[in-house]
């Protein structure tokens, strides 16, 4: 079993991205001085080349969202100030995440299967999205622990752009390496967007006996439009495109009970997943949670999604 890079390449590209920010920050800061701005006046500029830039990112993706929005419920509805905290509160989480939490991975969470706080219970492992890592899941890795859950594992699967199939694969050698050490059977799943099918990709390939439960945040169980602008160079992302081979062969199986209990939890505001309502999962005894008014990246920060995380996880 091949073992996890304790850096992976998601890790390793953010950090070149730090670099190419730094550089072209100390160019311009170069060149305003040669031209005798002030440094209120540098500052402002370079400000609006990052935090611009990121703004930008995060709007058109609210906008495509809009436009692909799943009808919504009247208590589902935003007013401005709604719509106005959704917005900040995904582009502060955004920043977060890319620029300081996948970029540092290494130090701020173990690598499986090293448990963060060794054997009390079932382990909690936590499978991340597309084009992410798990230092995505620091703060609710810590409010597992402080619940008194796990041992908690965070996994970073790669090749970033590979199949979903073989992120299940490596996902499943994982799980084993973590039940040999912590001496448990069977390991709860949870998976934010495309961790969700992850995770449900190896729970029909043969995992079943292995998890006790799954909850997915955010996953596009049906598939996302958002998928579509890397489906030529990502294997993965042409997988998460709707009504794709993959997933009508994975959906296919919702026909019967899931064989183990699953929960999605849901945004009608997810500005990654749209049509929103392709986050819901249609086995017959699958849970649909929704918390309105969340963001894609917000969701796993969210005070009230991880309450109702841990609150699944003690059903």
Request: contains cysteine; proline residues 6%; positive net charge.
């Amino acid at each position: 079993m091949a073992q996890q890079a304790l850096t992976g390449r998601m890790a390793r590209a953010m950090q070149i991205v730090w670099l190419v920010d730094f550089s072209i920050f100390a160019l311009a800061a170069w060149l305003m001085r040669c031209h005798e701005l002030g440094a209120g006046e540098i500052g402002l500029w370079l400000a609006l080349w990052f935090f611009g830039l990121r703004a930008f990112i995060v709007a058109d993706g609210f906008r495509n969202s809009e436009k692909h929005k799943s009808p919504r419920k009247p208590e589902h509805q935003l007013g401005f100030l709604g719509a106005l905290r959704l917005f900040l509160a995904e582009y502060a989480t955004t920043i977060l995440t890319f620029n300081v939490l996948f970029p540092l991975e290494r130090w701020l969470l173990p690598l499986a299967p090293v448990p963060a706080a060794a054997g009390r219970k079932t382990p909690v492992v936590l499978v991340h999205g597309f084009i992410c890592n798990r230092g995505y899941w620091k703060f609710l890795a810590g409010e597992l622990e402080r619940a008194k859950l796990g041992p908690v594992y965070a996994v970073t699967l790669e090749p970033v752009f590979g199949s979903i199939d073989e992120h299940a694969r490596r996902l499943g050698e994982t799980i084993e390496r973590i039940c040999k050490a912590s001496g448990a059977p069977q390991v709860m799943l949870i998976g934010h967007s495309m961790g969700g099918l992850i995770s449900r990709a190896y729970l029909h390939a043969g995992g079943a006996s292995r998890i006790a439960r799954i909850v997915t945040l955010g996953s596009p169980h049906h598939g996302t439009r958002a998928a579509y602008l890397l489906r030529k160079i990502a294997k993965d992302a042409e997988q998460m495109c709707i009504k794709s081979e993959w997933l009508t062969a994975l959906n296919a199986l919702e026909a019967k009970p899931c064989p183990v209990p699953i929960t999605s939890i849901l945004s009608p505001h997810d500005n990654i997943v749209f049509p929103q309502s392709s986050a819901l999962l249609a086995y017959p005894n699958a849970r649909n949670i929704y918390f309105p008014g969340l963001g894609h990246v917000e969701l796993v920060y969210s005070p009230s999604v991880m309450a109702r995380v841990i609150e699944e996880l003690r059903t």
